[in-house]
């Protein structure tokens, strides 16, 4: 962290036992001024800004230790131009390797976290945040996740489980990662109109594999399309989906008149009847 925002680290003082428990002291007092009583956040984000607006109305209601006269804040505004610059949250995470389960999961902390399919067989590593469960394979992201605090749960994606659907549609009612799955309107919609066919699932299971090549928002808009024709195959969705990939047509280049051809060619046919006369 002193490398990151180019502070330089003070160790205690040989010989001065006691500045560590002065340090945890300081600790100790901050932490009963504002966390006591012990209170409850929705997220870290909450608790942020709960603690910014305390931390800034006691330094503006405080005199500071050197300068009596004047208030914590009103130092801090006046130092403010001398302090280091802000650089950026400290990318701080805990790093542990794992082994990816057949059921696409790593286990961490006494939970599991699925990650993409295609990461099977293979070490990845585990990116434990405070907020936040990062799993990378050679370098690349696999699956990202709310950190869990509980004990034995499973934390599903079942947009890693997509692949394997093309294997065994019947998954997609089910499975376990797809129980309460919300799809967005358009493609929840197309769902419920395919479950009355008979290869219904094995249609959704084309749809939602195309959302890996042309991302959701392609596949939303192919199905509202689609419905909005009152009709819901996945053939339909997917040609909609490939229509909408063609390349536009290529603009027309203005020729300017320094080029401009002074005969023109002409199409007309009948020249090459001429020319064989001729021979």
């Known amino acids: 962290m002193c490398s990151h925002y180019l502070v330089q ?79 950026g949250p400290f ?84 499975g376990a990662p797809f129980q309460g799955w919300v799809l967005p309107s358009a493609m929840e919609r197309v769902r419920r109109r395919l479950k009355a066919a008979d290869d219904g699932d094995r249609q959704m299971v084309a749809i939602l594999a195309a959302v890996l090549g042309d991302g959701v928002e392609a596949v939303e808009a192919a199905c509202q399309e689609a419905l909005d024709q009152n009709v819901c195959p996945s053939a339909i969705i997917l040609n909609i989906l490939a229509r909408r990939r063609e390349p536009a047509p290529a603009v027309t280049i203005l020729t300017p008149d320094a080029l401009r051809l002074q005969h023109e060619p002409q199409a007309d046919c009948a020249r090459y009847d001429s020319l064989r006369r001729a021979s």
């Not at 305390?54 to 505004?77: G, L, N, S």
């Open 9 to 87: 680290p003070v160790a205690c003082t040989p010989a001065s036992g006691w500045e560590k428990g002065q340090v945890e002291n300081q600790v100790g007092l901050v932490r009963e001024r504002f966390f006591t009583p012990r209170l409850r956040f929705k997220n870290y984000e909450e608790l942020d800004a709960w603690l910014l607006d305390k931390c800034v109305a006691y330094a503006r209601a405080h005199r500071h230790v050197d300068q009596p006269e004047r208030t914590i804040w009103e130092m801090f505004e006046a130092e403010r131009g001398k302090l280091v610059e802000y650089r």
């Open 91 to 174: 990318d701080g995470f805990h790093t542990v390797p794992a082994s990816v389960s057949k059921t696409c999961t790593v286990r961490f902390d006494n939970n599991k976290y699925s990650v993409l399919s295609t990461a099977v067989g293979r070490p990845v590593e585990i990116h434990a945040y405070a907020d936040r469960i990062v799993i990378r394979q050679d370098g690349v992201v696999v699956a990202e996740h709310a950190r869990c605090f509980g004990r034995g749960e499973t934390i599903y994606d079942p947009w890693h489980y997509v692949p394997v659907l093309a294997r065994k549609p019947g998954a997609l009612c089910n």
